[in-house]
């Protein structure tokens, strides 16, 4: 046996997927038939694996496989040859086989060859009496084995190309690029080219007015046109219902090619019919063959395409950076998830507010920290916006909550009363059973609701007003304090904030941190502690880092002040030693001490109409 061609051989047969496959009535006819021609009581489509063979198809046998040694049907594999023995009991090699050992007489055998050439095993039936074999009956043989590679090669064409295009699909591309990688030299740079011809929202749109057909004509004309104008020797396959990959020609030069495919883009009026204007997009994906995963190019591809996409261009090609960032994202979101029931890797820390007028602490932001285990530290400005964008941030705030109010509870029991300041997400403001889930947390507590404070930032309530008005509205009635966090950052609507029922508003870091800068960003400040004022909020600036910015605040009547310049944000235990500290300083400096008091319960300023 030559190994070579027969590990090929292996190779070949595995590709087509069939070993331990279902059984398949398209199958079972032809082996019904088989037995009936021959007027026999066995016959099989048998497929020689390495150490065995499998039965496709079998009728009057009992085993899905039996051992491919000794096996007749694995001669014929072997040999690609029909193998007819009369006799196996008269036979010398197959005398000791183990078909004749349960009671075998006669085989006959054709093979099963693939076009490529390939044997994959043997059209056989099967006899309990020695007989032969008419020349009639070999090629009613042979038929049969070529009605059975029929059924084979089209149940496999049919898994590979799209049933509506007709095209070679995604499955056939990861198979022609294991090919790719065994022909052509490995390290080799090549370059996949994955176009899009509409973006999700255009692709959703035509549907619903058009009907999803729409596309399949657009499709067609670009497939037709993109080998028209690049080369027919571009092989297509189509991913999905608006998008297709090609690998590019080896040595092309990359401007030169980018080039053309713009220019083939550009001149889509001439190749495009369809009155409903898209826009389409190509990723471009270098990779080096027998080093780059397949699947890798398909996901690069995509990102390089909806980079383009997302940026407004024709064109976006991979870069490593940006994948580098788009992996941290995807291996960041995975862990969280394993942060949120691992215990250890989360926790809060608490940031110092302070009363501008008095110097008094008068409570703290609860802000999430995470250590990763191998990753280390990774800051909540580069996991929330990512976590946000999937369910999860529903657990990761009720964690946040929790925590907090458990945190502010304790304090609260050892003397220290602070109020406690939460941020929350966008999403959290859809959930149903928030109001009345942070209801039942506080009674469990026994805290007054005026002690927690939520902080939403604008952008998160305009991305869905109606929902998240209605619940800071339930929230406010149970009590609850809100801010509007990061303020003049958003879309800082007149009308909009006129309607928020809120108690605070922070004005975000980076206009406080500008105002020792000039007099201009002072009046910017100052502005928005008016105009807040007027509207009836509470003011707090966030990211005081000078006494400078500390004395002008106070000066322009901003009522509270959080930043670097009273304390960072704090483990609990520090934080409680911190206002420890600062409540005996400020008894030496101005007695007598005033005790710090629980806020007034002041309802919001205003409630949604
Ligand atoms: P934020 O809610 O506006 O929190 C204030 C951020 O400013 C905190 O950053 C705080 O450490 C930082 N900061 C405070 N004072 C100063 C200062 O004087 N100078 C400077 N440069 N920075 C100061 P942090 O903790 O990294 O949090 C960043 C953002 O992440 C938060 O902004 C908030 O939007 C989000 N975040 C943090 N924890 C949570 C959470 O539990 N839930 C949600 N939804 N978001 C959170
Ligand atoms: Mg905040
Ligand atoms: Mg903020």
Not at 47 to 68: C, E, M, N, Y
Not at 319 to 341: H, K
Not at 501 to 525: C, W, Y
Request: one cysteine or more.
């Amino acid at each position: 046996m030559n190994t070579r061609t027969e590990s090929d051989r292996l190779l070949a047969l595995r590709k087509l997927d069939l070993l331990d496959s279902a059984p398949s009535e398209a199958f079972d006819r032809i082996t019904r038939m088989a037995a009936r021609v021959f007027g026999l009581p066995i016959a099989a489509v048998s497929l020689t694996d390495s150490d065995r063979q499998w039965f496709k198809s079998r009728v009057g046998v009992a085993h899905l496989s039996i051992p491919r040694l000794k096996a007749p049907c694995s001669a014929v594999a072997d040999s690609g040859a029909m193998l007819v023995i009369n006799d196996l009991h008269a036979d010398a090699h197959f005398r000791d086989s183990h078909l004749a050992h349960s009671g075998v007489r006669f085989y006959a055998g054709a093979p099963l060859i693939t076009s490529d050439g390939y044997t994959l095993g043997a059209m056989c039936v099967l006899g309990l009496e020695a007989r032969t074999i008419s020349a009639t009956e070999r090629d009613a043989l042979t038929d049969l084995a070529a009605m059975v590679m029929a059924q084979i090669e089209l149940q496999h064409t049919l898994g590979r190309v799209d049933p509506l295009s007709g095209m070679p699909n995604r499955k056939q591309f990861i198979e022609d690029y294991a090919d790719l990688q065994m022909d052509r030299p490995q390290g080799e740079r090549r370059v996949a080219v994955l176009v899009n011809m509409a973006n999700q929202e255009q692709l959703n749109n035509a549907a619903r007015v058009m009907g999803a057909s729409y596309f399949d004509d657009l499709m067609d004309e670009a497939i037709r046109s993109y080998r028209a104008f690049l080369g027919e020797e571009h092989k297509v396959y189509q991913l999905a219902a608006t998008q297709f990959i090609t690998i590019a020609p080896p040595d092309i030069d990359d401007g030169a090619y980018t080039a053309r495919l713009a220019h083939w883009l550009d001149s889509r009026a001439e190749w495009c019919t369809s009155r409903f204007v898209t826009t389409p997009a190509i990723g471009i994906a270098p990779f080096l063959l027998g080093r780059t995963e397949c699947l890798d190019v398909l996901r690069i591809g995509q990102n390089a395409m909806q980079d383009a996409h997302q940026t407004g261009q024709l064109i976006g090609t991979y870069s490593s950076a940006q994948d580098a960032a788009y992996q941290r994202r995807f291996t960041l979101l995975n862990a969280f998830d394993a942060a949120l029931d691992d215990g250890h890797q989360l926790r809060l820390v608490y940031q110092p507010r302070i009363d501008l007028a008095s110097g008094r602490c008068v409570g703290a932001e609860a802000l999430l920290r995470w250590r990763h285990p191998e990753l280390g530290d990774v800051p909540p400005g580069e996991f929330m916006p990512v976590v946000e964008q999937t369910s999860m941030v529903r657990a990761a705030t009720n964690w946040v909550i929790r925590e907090a109010v458990r945190q502010l509870a304790a304090w609260h029991g050892a003397g220290l009363q602070l109020q406690m300041s939460v941020n929350v997400s966008a999403a959290n403001l859809l959930e149903k059973d928030f109001v009345s889930n942070l209801a039942a947390l506080l009674n469990r507590h026994r805290m007054a609701p005026g002690w927690l404070e939520l902080e939403v930032t604008e952008s998160a309530v305009m991305e869905n007003q109606g929902t998240a008005l209605a619940t800071l509205a339930a929230l406010d009635e149970a009590g609850v304090r809100l801010a509007i966090d990061d303020f003049g950052t958003g879309y800082s609507s007149l009308a909009y904030l006129q309607s928020m029922p809120a108690h605070v508003v922070k004005i975000d870091q980076s206009f406080v941190r500008n105002m020792a800068g000039g007099e201009r960003n002072r009046t910017l400040v100052n502005t928005m502690i008016s105009l807040s004022h007027e509207l009836g909020f509470r003011v707090v600036a966030e990211g005081i880092e000078t006494d400078e910015v500390r004395q002008l605040l106070r000066d322009q009547g901003c009522d509270e002040g959080q930043g670097y310049l009273f304390a960072r944000p704090l483990a609990p235990e520090d934080l409680f030693a911190w206002c420890a500290r600062e409540q005996a300083g400020q008894a030496a400096a101005r007695p007598p001490w005033k005790p710090i008091c629980p806020p007034t319960p002041s309802p919001a300023r205003h409630t949604a109409t």
